[in-house]
């Protein structure tokens, strides 16, 4: 595989990881603003709360809700922290590319 191929390929792994990491941020948005919400609630509250699964809503208990809400802030910190880790190792090795490109070209002239 040539330099130009491994930059390019370099690049789409960059751009995935990037939105990867806006994915989870406005995941954990989401999910924290759902939460402050449901803390503003009074606990004897007779609101009824649902949950998504696939493709329809189950009725469930507000300690359920608030539990699934906070293990779902949870991994997706722990994977925007995954994946910001690999985000800058490519964006090194992009550097890095870029810079053996330049030499290629600079050395060839």
Same mark, same amino acid.
Request: net charge neutral; glycine share 4%; hydrophobic share 25%.
């Given at each position: 595989?040539? @330099? !130009?191929?491994?930059?390019?390929?370099?690049?789409?792994?960059?751009?995935?990881?990037?939105?990867? +990491? &806006?994915?989870?941020? !406005?995941?954990?948005? +989401?999910?924290?603003?759902?939460?402050?919400?449901?803390?503003?609630?009074?606990?004897?509250?007779?609101?009824?709360?649902?949950?998504?699964?696939?493709?329809?809503?189950? @009725?469930?208990? !507000?300690?359920? +809700?608030?539990?699934?809400?906070?293990?779902?802030?949870?991994?997706?910190?722990?994977?925007?922290?995954?994946?910001?880790?690999?985000?800058?190792?490519?964006?090194? !090795?992009?550097?890095?590319?870029?810079? &053996?490109?330049?030499?290629?070209?600079?050395?060839?002239?």
């Amino acid at each position: 595989m040539d @330099l !130009r191929q491994q930059y390019t390929q370099t690049k789409r792994d960059y751009g995935a990881a990037q939105a990867e +990491v &806006n994915k989870l941020q !406005r995941e954990i948005k +989401v999910s924290e603003i759902t939460k402050s919400e449901l803390d503003s609630l009074p606990e004897n509250s007779d609101a009824k709360m649902y949950q998504g699964v696939g493709k329809m809503f189950m @009725l469930s208990t !507000r300690e359920d +809700v608030i539990s699934d809400l906070e293990k779902t802030m949870k991994e997706s910190k722990s994977k925007e922290g995954d994946t910001s880790k690999k985000l800058s190792y490519l964006e090194n !090795r992009l550097k890095s590319q870029e810079q &053996n490109i330049r030499e290629l070209i600079s050395g060839s002239s």
